[in-house]
């Protein structure tokens, strides 16, 4: 064993702008699809920076996602809020 440390997925897959590529080819993608387009089609144009942005983190990354987007527990938040059946049937 050395002492090296390996690197982390993060590092590995080439760092922040890496995974920001990759998730702007995937929505790119995503929202001309037939079938799941129109689920995505109102997304914020901010989304896949945010996704970026928790993928680093997953992967060994800088903790952005957590200090600037509130981290793993206000996505589920807001993901369920948007969702919310009770938010939609009052105009939400």
Do not use: Q
């Amino acid at each position: 064993m050395t002492d090296e440390t390996a690197p982390t997925l993060y590092a590995w897959a080439g760092g922040t702008e890496a995974f920001e590529r990759l998730t702007e080819a995937f929505y790119r993608s995503v929202v001309k699809d037939e079938l799941i387009g129109p689920l995505f089609a109102h997304m914020d144009p901010d989304h896949p920076r945010h996704v970026a942005m928790w993928l680093s983190e997953v992967f060994g990354g800088p903790d952005r996602y957590t200090n600037e987007r509130g981290g793993y527990p206000n996505m589920l938040a807001t993901t369920w809020a948007r969702r919310s059946p009770s938010r939609s049937a009052a105009g939400g």
